[in-house]
Nanobody, 123 residues
Framework: QVQPVESGGGLVQAGGSLTLSCKVS????????MGWFRQAPGAEREFVAV????????YYADSVKGRFTISRDNAKNTVTLQMNSLKPEDTAVYYC????????????????WGQGTQVTVSS
């Protein structure tokens, strides 16, 4: 069983930065692709960024492109989301998710989910 665990959320002022980490345990060979998603109150869960453990595939939502950076450390089974120039509209619960297979942007294709970490950006 693959188990992602997020950490690093918190409260930050607009323009600030936060780093989210996702540690993946369990059968990591079943988690080819790792994604970050977020869900604001009253909204659907949405794609933020995705990366493959094998490298070479990095994709971002248009809303975060140029501000967020996703990276991976295969030796530590950790995926990181560096968030810069944060805006109040980035406020949400951020989730790390894993799937066995290629890149998908829809959360419905991800099999394993972390518990989420709250990110709050004040104006």
């Amino acid at each position: 069983q693959v188990q992602p665990v997020e950490s690093g959320g918190g409260l930050v002022q607009a323009g600030g930065s936060l780093t989210l980490s996702c540690k993946v345990s369990g059968h990591t060979f079943s988690s080819d692709t790792m994604g970050w998603f977020r869900q604001a109150p009253g909204a659907e869960r949405e794609f933020v960024a995705v990366i493959r453990w094998s490298g070479g595939s990095l994709y971002y939502a248009d809303s975060v492109k140029g501000r967020f950076t996703i990276s991976r450390d295969n030796a530590k089974n950790t995926v990181t989301l560096q968030m810069n120039s944060l805006k109040p509209e980035d406020t949400a619960v951020y989730y790390c998710a894993a799937r066995n297979g290629g890149v998908y942007y829809s959360p419905r294709w991800y099999d394993y989910w972390g518990q989420g970490t709250q990110v709050t950006v004040s104006s």
